[in-house]
């Protein structure tokens, strides 16, 4: 097994089997309050519940449910729901379901389960028990104060290169005599915390609490600490850095502090004790502080760590703090203090070294053969004192040394200095670096594999997608894909994860979000970015260019403020989350009336106005009122969907007549009789064809005239972030899927392929991040792991493997591969909120054969490429007879046949290969279908 499939088995044990194995009888499964599995400090006093329900029969559906909720584990066990008994409720749904029992007070916790009934009334057995706790709903409930240690600031210039204040630390000690029952900690704090209890860290989380607007809100994390409380003395103590509340952001090298200067941690221990006393420790006035080994920490610079200064035991009892000082209180910021919605930062995978080379005396390179966002755990030997260097890089220079130009002003070095005792192994706890390659110095012998092991990062989103097909070309872009994700998610969508930038840049996340939701379950994770988005809104209405917002400016402008609109829909339509869609609404209509507000009484663009265009385009910039006009209709059109949903039925009609009133003006603007598009750009026919803007003839000759222009760059795309998210979905919407397919297979400058034939192992910021002919981009601007371009994947997903929703949250799904003759078999995956989704192919001469599985509770048509139904057989029987198909008809020349939950293998003789005779260059067997944004 490679390390890329041992990785990707390893997270999939974060979620639901992508197999097809289900339970026999209708079972319910993967129980989750607000979309995690047992959350622990929950501040939502109405959560929703959700669950799966599996079988491995067909055709099974959901028919009622009875939910119990109990305050204890043994009132559940015995049927009984003290908190909620919905009692049977004759209903299809499994998500979403509000909770609607006793009032949930701070730190309750709730036990449920769920049992379910199939078409015929039968009941399912009761599901495993699953639960979830509340955190501390209101201010009151926190007696913990901010502390911190402010001196080690005032002596600073104590830091190794950058003059970087020290990490603190801070500790208590308590007594605790009875059986413990529960014990839980609830932590948060102002720069990045690490909470130990009698000697172990509390929790693997890396950078607690996360990235907000600090002013405004702290989200906290709560632990089940139970096991971790002895009898007798205790120690609770913190490491508190920098991060993003005081380091350095973004490229600005001469602020730090961007939210305050003062570290701050604010920790509260409940310890109950099984004779039903409590006790609380928190964070207060009589906590000692000091600083110790970590003399730097930040996530841009690195870390540095002298081991000699190690404080042996300081997290534990009996510790002499006898030369600690006073902690300080009092706090930069008042922020809102909330629970986390998100999920944690977390290590989810380990590489080690491809190879290991000596470019430069004494400077070793490893190859941890991926980029990815990280640290490295080093395991040296050395005297006391002696310094080890620890660079990182995205690529090498061509001498072999690693190219760090690119990083701009990050560091992005760590530092070890040893305290001279045999091995001694090291991982930083409050940097990250986006590296594949390891630059090291100061050993004393030459690396071994075990001497650096690169270690993964990022927002634990359970794994969703799974894609493998005969191309090995496309199976790394699927990788590349997954990994340049992985490495921009930390807390919030950033950018890039190597140079000083690391921002939660909104047209990036807007491009990518859909194509994302196939790689992982990021309901979580966009719900809580969402909320930055939100505090970020300028008071007119507009959206910036980053949230959170810092360093870069509060007008997102055409395409990037447009992420305001486009996430929360975009959620909505995969997880069909109505609740956040209703959050964000207002924020959604404030966005339209502002882009109103602004345009000329005739809708079309003010005079001046920002706009970053099509970004990083191969020339063919696309008129920035082009992109304008287009964003600022689709907006209109989603808020009107939006407000379709939510039964706003007005203010539906209001935007869509707003949208109409757009769309002429976008034709009257910029469209000429023959369909050329002002700019006459690939990315104007990709837009105006996208958001439905060009109707009849027009669209017709629209698409002619972006196949012309693929087809005068030699079949190549020109498109930048802007153009590339929707080009290759609206080929295969004109019925140029052929084209698509082109332009996924090309392996010659500008394409996906051309990057991986050099040896990518992300998506590139740009086309030419690197060419044979130039070397080296720009080091200003040029980052090996941006995930815009990646966008392509949701094509992948639709049409390769062919699994689309029809309507919002997979209740209805499409499988439609599109195989295209040069691809032999695929395999993609994809773990709805219903449950798995798998489409499985193969081609064998004259053969199509497809193994589709669909969840129960849902639905499925499933579209086959080939013509007649009589060519079509289900697990050897004609299709027609067999189990759960539900009607077999022929569309557009293609046999559909619609089905009900279950595995189903469809073998087609004589299917419809597009490349038998020759690849027709427009042609394609699928008729466009008109384009309702709804359907994408
Ligand atoms: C970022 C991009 C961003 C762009 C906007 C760049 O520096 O890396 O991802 O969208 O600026 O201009």
């Known amino acids: 097994m490679d390390v890329i499939t041992l990785v990707t088995a390893l997270l999939i044990g974060f979620s639901p089997s992508l197999s097809d194995s289900g339970a026999r009888e209708l079972a319910p499964a993967y129980l989750r309050c607000e979309y995690r599995v047992d959350p622990l400090g929950m501040d939502e006093t109405s959560p929703r519940l959700s669950?799966?329900?599996?079988?491995?029969?067909?055709?099974?559906?959901?028919?009622?449910?009875?939910?119990?909720?109990?305050?204890?584990?043994?009132?559940?066990?015995?049927?009984?729901?003290?908190?909620?008994?919905?009692?049977?409720?004759?209903?299809?749904?499994?998500?979403?379901?509000?909770?609607?029992?006793?009032?949930?007070?701070?730190?309750?916790?709730?036990?449920?389960?769920?049992?379910?009934?199939?078409?015929?009334?039968?009941?399912?057995?009761?599901?495993?028990?699953?639960?979830?706790?509340?955190?501390?709903?209101?201010?009151?409930d926190w007696q913990a104060d901010w502390i911190g240690y402010d001196r080690p600031r005032e002596v600073e210039p104590e830091g190794e290169v950058l003059n970087l204040p020290p990490a603190r630390y801070v500790r208590t000690t308590f007594r605790s005599g009875k059986p413990v029952h529960r014990a839980t900690a609830y932590v948060t704090a102002l720069g990045l915390c690490d909470v130990y209890l009698n000697g172990a860290r509390i929790s693997e989380d890396y950078f607690n609490p996360g990235w907000t607007d600090y002013a405004k809100r702290v989200y906290y994390r709560t632990y089940d600490v139970t096991g971790m409380i002895r009898s007798g003395e205790n120690t609770m103590g913190a490491v508190l850095a920098d991060g993003w509340f005081s380091g350095y952001l973004g490229w600005r090298q001469d602020i730090r502090d961007h939210y305050g200067s003062r570290l701050r941690l604010r920790a509260q221990l409940h310890i109950e004790y099984t004779d039903g006393s409590e006790e609380v420790i928190a964070s207060g006035p009589d906590w000692k502080a000091a600083t110790g080994p970590l003399r730097e920490a930040d996530l841009y610079m690195g870390e540095a760590y002298d081991a000699r200064l190690e404080m042996e035991g300081w997290d534990s009892p009996g510790f002499d703090?006898?030369?600690?000082?006073?902690?300080?209180?009092?706090?930069?910021?008042?922020?809102?203090?909330?629970?986390?919605?998100?999920?944690?930062?977390?290590?989810?995978?380990?590489?080690?070294?491809?190879?290991?080379?000596?470019?430069?005396?004494?400077?070793?390179?490893?190859?941890?053969?991926?980029?990815?966002?990280?640290?490295?755990?080093i395991s040296v030997r050395g005297r006391p004192g002696q310094e080890i260097t620890i660079r990182h890089a995205e690529r090498l220079n061509p001498d072999g040394t690693i190219y760090t130009a690119n990083l701009r002003g990050a560091r992005a070095t760590d530092y070890y200095i040893c305290k001279g005792d045999g091995v001694e192994t090291w991982t930083p706890r409050f940097t990250f670096h986006g590296f594949q390659y390891v630059g090291i110095t100061g050993l004393s012998e030459p690396p071994t594999s075990g001497t650096v092991t690169g270690i993964a990062l990022t927002s634990a989103t359970p794994l969703a997608g799974r894609f493998e097909c005969s191309e090995q070309m496309l199976n790394r872009l699927h990788q590349n894909v997954y990994w340049t994700q992985a490495a921009n998610f930390i807390d919030i969508p950033t950018d890039c994860p190597q140079r000083d930038e690391r921002l939660g840049w909104t047209g990036d996340a807007q491009v990518y979000v859909r194509a994302a939701a196939m790689n992982s379950d990021v309901q979580t994770f966009f719900t809580k970015w969402l909320v930055d988005l939100e505090d970020a809104q300028r008071a007119d209405g507009q959206?910036?260019?980053?949230?959170?917002?810092?360093?870069?400016?509060?007008?997102?402008?055409?395409?990037?403020?447009?992420?305001?609109?486009?996430?929360?829909?975009?959620?909505?339509?995969?997880?069909?989350?109505?609740?956040?869609?209703?959050?964000?609404?207002?924020?959604?209509?404030?966005?339209?009336?502002?882009?109103?507000?602004?345009?000329?009484?005739?809708?079309?663009?003010?005079?001046?106005?920002?706009?970053?265009?099509?970004?990083?385009?191969?020339?063919?910039?696309?008129?920035?009122?082009?992109?304008?006009?287009?964003?600022?209709?689709?907006?209109?059109?989603?808020?009107?969907?939006?407000?379709?949903?939510?039964?706003?039925?007005?203010?539906?009609?209001?935007?869509?007549?707003?949208?109409?009133?757009?769309?002429?003006?976008?034709?009257?603007?910029?469209?000429?009789?023959?369909?050329?598009?002002?700019?006459?750009?690939?990315?104007?026919?990709?837009?105006?064809?996208?958001?439905?803007?060009?109707?009849?003839?027009?669209?017709?000759?629209?698409?002619?005239?972006?196949?012309?222009?693929?087809?005068?760059?030699?079949?190549?795309?020109?498109?930048?972030?802007?153009?590339?998210?929707?080009?290759?979905?609206?080929?295969?919407?004109?019925?140029?899927?052929?084209?698509?397919?082109?332009?996924?297979?090309?392996?010659?400058?500008?394409?996906?392929?051309?990057?991986?034939?050099?040896?990518?192992?992300?998506?590139?910021?740009?086309?030419?991040?690197?060419?044979?002919?130039?070397?080296?981009?720009?080091?200003?601007?040029?980052?090996?792991?941006?995930?815009?371009?990646?966008?392509?994947?949701?094509?992948?997903?639709?049409?390769?493997?062919?699994?689309?929703?029809?309507?919002?949250?997979?209740?209805?799904?499409?499988?439609?591969?599109?195989?295209?003759?040069?691809?032999?078999?695929?395999?993609?995956?994809?773990?709805?909120?219903?449950?798995?989704?798998?489409?499985?192919?193969?081609?064998?001469?004259?053969?199509?054969?497809?193994?589709?599985?669909?969840?129960?509770?849902?639905?499925?048509?499933?579209?086959?490429?080939?013509?007649?139904?009589?060519?079509?057989?289900?697990?050897?029987?004609?299709?027609?007879?067999?189990?759960?198909?539900?009607?077999?008809?022929?569309?557009?020349?293609?046999?559909?046949?619609?089905?009900?939950?279950?595995?189903?293998?469809?073998?087609?003789?004589?299917?419809?290969?597009?490349?038998?005779?020759?690849?027709?260059?427009?042609?394609?067997?699928?008729?466009?279908?008109?384009?309702?944004?709804?359907?994408?």
């Open 51 to 140: 669950w799966i329900v599996e079988s491995d029969r067909r055709n099974q559906k959901q028919t009622a449910y009875r939910i119990l909720v109990a305050s204890s584990p043994g009132i559940l066990s015995e049927d009984r729901g003290d908190l909620w008994d919905t009692g049977r409720v004759e209903s299809g749904e499994t998500i979403n379901i509000i909770y609607e029992g006793e009032r949930l007070e701070s730190r309750m916790r709730c036990y449920w389960k769920v049992q379910v009934r199939d078409g015929e009334g039968r009941p399912s057995s009761w599901s495993e028990p699953a639960f979830w706790s509340m955190g501390l709903l209101g201010e009151s």
């Open 543 to 936: 959206f910036p260019t980053v949230a959170p917002l810092k360093i870069s400016g509060n007008d997102g402008g055409p395409a990037w403020a447009d992420a305001g609109v486009i996430c929360p829909w975009t959620i909505y339509e995969v997880y069909e989350d109505k609740r956040l869609l209703a959050r964000h609404y207002d924020s959604m209509k404030r966005f339209i009336e502002f882009c109103k507000g602004r345009s000329t009484p005739d809708l079309l663009p003010p005079e001046d106005f920002h706009a970053f265009g099509d970004w990083l385009n191969i020339q063919a910039d696309t008129p920035r009122e082009v992109i304008y006009t287009a964003y600022f209709a689709y907006s209109t059109k989603l808020t009107a969907m939006a407000a379709e949903v939510l039964g706003r039925t007005s203010e539906a009609a209001e935007y869509n007549t707003l949208f109409e009133r757009i769309r002429s003006a976008f034709n009257r603007a910029y469209v000429l009789e023959d369909g050329r598009i002002l700019g006459d750009t690939q990315t104007c026919y990709v837009l105006a064809l996208a958001f439905d803007l060009v109707e009849g003839d027009r669209r017709e000759q629209a698409a002619e005239h972006l196949i012309s222009r693929i087809r005068e760059r030699d079949w190549h795309l020109s498109t930048g972030f802007v153009g590339t998210k929707d080009l290759m979905l609206v080929l295969t919407e004109i019925g140029a899927t052929d084209v698509a397919y082109r332009l996924l297979h090309n392996d010659t400058f500008p394409s996906w392929g051309f990057t991986i034939k050099h040896g990518a192992t992300s998506i590139w910021e740009r086309w030419d991040g690197w060419t044979p002919e130039n070397g080296f981009q720009d080091p200003g601007m040029n980052s090996f792991a941006h995930y815009s371009f990646g966008a392509v994947y949701q094509w992948m997903v639709e049409n390769i493997g062919g699994i689309r929703t029809d309507g919002p949250g997979y209740r209805n799904i499409t499988i439609a591969p599109r195989p295209d003759g040069r691809i032999t078999w695929a395999r993609v995956g994809y773990n709805s909120i219903r449950g798995s989704i798998l489409s499985l192919w193969r081609t064998e001469g004259r053969t199509f054969s497809l193994d589709v599985t669909i969840p129960a509770n849902t639905t499925a048509r499933v579209v086959l490429p080939v013509a007649d139904p009589g060519d079509v057989t289900e697990s050897g029987m004609a299709v027609g007879e067999a189990e759960g198909v539900e009607g077999v008809s022929v569309e557009d020349g293609r046999v559909i046949v619609t089905v009900g939950s279950g595995t189903y293998h469809f073998a087609c003789t004589e299917w419809i290969n597009p490349s038998a005779n020759g690849v027709n260059e427009t042609a394609n067997p699928y008729k466009a279908r008109h384009l309702s944004p709804v359907k994408r």
């Open 321 to 377: 703090d006898a030369g600690w000082e006073v902690v300080d209180t009092g706090a930069d910021v008042e922020p809102s203090v909330q629970a986390h919605p998100g999920p944690p930062v977390r290590a989810v995978a380990e590489f080690t070294p491809v190879s290991i080379t000596e470019p430069r005396q004494g400077e070793y390179v490893v190859d941890l053969g991926q980029i990815f966002s990280g640290v490295v755990r």
